[in-house]
């Protein structure tokens, strides 16, 4: 396994900028999923895909919020006019099936000016 | 009630005593249950992953499960100061759905 990889690893940025992040998941796993973090606190669940099929999302996915997974591969998550309240760790992690171990990527913390 | 709750600590310790984190989980049909090491800064990192009633042992690490006491632990061994972080607790409520705690702060003192 190669594992998880997220970019960036870093992102600052001005209070209403767009922002996208890429997920590439471990290659024979067909479940992605996104988290966000924030201190002191556990992932939070925002959304999921199973191949290329978004089957869930949290309501903290505003409309603000999109993600994609074409082709079942790599993912991306897209955060619009971004607000102070964004600022966290972004964490991407994918299984070989559901109830299987999630392994995660090493993250992209986000930073609102 | 939080669904899977965790004493955020921190639970501090010596090096080489047995360090025991507990969690709590509300869903009485959760299936799958996991421990996760989070070092200051990082992403969780899997440590344990647990299925059936009783303990599954691995190295150094001892995860020990009771559904109908809807509870779930972690027990190590022969603590080291590279074990202080936070150990999360996740549980997998069917499907996609794992919940996670918010983490028990673990210091293991030279």
């Known amino acids: 396994d190669t594992g998880v990889s997220q970019d960036p690893r870093h992102k600052i940025t001005k209070r209403g900028q767009n922002v996208t992040f890429r997920c590439d998941p471990i290659?024979?796993?067909?479940?992605l999923y996104w988290y966000r973090q924030t201190l002191g606190q556990g992932p939070e669940f925002l959304t999921y895909?199973?191949?290329?099929?978004?089957?869930?999302k949290s309501r903290l996915l505003s409309d603000r919020f999109s993600a994609e997974r074409p082709k079942g591969s790599f993912s991306t998550l897209e955060i619009q006019r971004t607000e102070q309240g964004d600022s966290a760790m972004y964490l991407c992690?994918?299984?070989?099936?559901?109830?299987?171990?999630?392994?995660f990527g090493d993250g992209t913390r986000l930073s609102i000016l | 009630q939080k669904e899977v709750e965790q004493n955020s600590g921190p639970l501090s310790v010596p090096e080489g005593a047995i360090a025991s984190l507990n969690c709590t989980y509300s869903?009485?049909?959760?299936?799958?249950f996991f421990w996760y090491r989070q070092y200051s800064g990082k992403s969780p990192e899997l440590i344990m992953f647990?299925?059936?009633?009783g303990d599954k042992e691995d190295g150094r690490f001892t995860a020990q499960l009771n559904k109908a006491s809807q509870y779930v632990s972690l027990l190590i061994r022969d603590s080291q100061p590279s074990d202080s972080a936070t150990y999360l607790c996740?549980?997998?409520?069917?499907?996609?759905?794992?919940?996670f705690g918010a983490g028990t702060r673990l210091f293991v003192k030279a």
């Open positions: 992690a994918s299984s070989r099936d559901e109830n299987q171990p999630q392994h």
């Open positions: 647990i299925y059936s009633n």
């Open positions: 869903d009485r049909g959760s299936q799958s």
């Open positions: 290659s024979e796993h067909n479940r």
């Open positions: 996740a549980v997998n409520t069917g499907g996609f759905k794992t919940i």
């Open positions: 895909f199973q191949n290329e099929a978004q089957l869930e």
